[in-house]
């Protein structure tokens, strides 16, 4: 089996920065990756991109569903995550491939408990595979609506600095409780530059697939196993 990395954070914390720069990087290593991201690009996951956007127009109302029931979207969700795994991840990595996706499980915890159940939301997620590393980019919600509207002419459905304070209060909560052990979460200062953040990122991944770490020893295999001869964090990949 290969390895399931998965990157958490806010809306412009960085995700899929560094999502992108490690798969970039276990290339280089010579390791078979394979990037993917959440919504995904299945049917269900385009659904939820339009949800999102506010751009899913009801048809006997003409215009668009908004708001949209939490419930509602929950489950869509849920059902986008199996779809994902059963199409694109456990292929993947039933083939030694080593999975990096830019969002997972953590997000439906911390997002979607804004107008849902944590217990219920981990219930109609109870199918979902655990990742074995999740790396948790914290950034301050002011400086990540700064980011967004910065980067974008338009914010998503969740991109107001209320629902962001309180998504991140969310994300510290699940992540130092057990429920983020079972994910193995790595937190991680998101307001570092760029290039130091994905330096740590890869320190923390080498230490983590050693020999007696958790992540991918416990989906069983060592290092070998997994295909993982990862080089130090200042020197490049071959």
Not at 56 to 78: E, I, N, S, Y
Not at 83 to 109: N, Q, W
């Amino acid at each position: 089996m290969g390895l399931f990395i998965a990157f958490e954070g806010l809306d412009g914390a960085g995700t899929t920065t560094q999502a992108m720069l490690l798969a970039d990087r276990l290339e280089a290593e010579g390791v078979p990756v394979h990037l993917t991201k959440e919504p995904s690009e299945g049917p269900v996951g385009n659904l939820i991109s339009l949800v999102l956007r506010r751009r899913l127009v009801a048809p006997t109302a003409g215009r668009p569903l908004d708001p949209f029931p939490d419930d509602l979207l929950a489950l869509l969700f849920a059902a986008d995550r199996i779809d994902h795994l059963h199409a694109e991840i456990l292929p993947k990595l039933r083939e030694g491939i080593t999975v990096v996706s830019d969002r997972y499980l953590l997000s439906s915890y911390a997002y979607q408990s804004l107008g849902c159940d944590l217990k219920w939301i981990r219930e109609v997620n109870a199918h979902a595979v655990m990742p074995d590393l999740t790396f948790l980019i914290d950034v301050p919600a002011p400086v990540c609506l700064r980011r967004i509207e910065k980067g974008r002419w338009e914010t998503e459905l969740f991109e107001g600095l209320d629902k962001l304070v309180v998504v991140r209060k969310n994300y510290l909560r699940i992540a130092a409780s057990p429920i983020g052990e079972s994910m193995n979460v790595i937190l991680l200062d998101g307001e570092k530059d760029v290039r130091a953040l994905q330096k740590e990122i890869w320190e923390r991944l080498r230490f983590s697939v050693q020999p007696g770490a958790r992540g991918g020893v416990e989906r069983g295999g060592d290092e070998s196993q997994l295909g993982l001869n990862l080089g130090p964090a200042d020197e490049p990949g071959p």
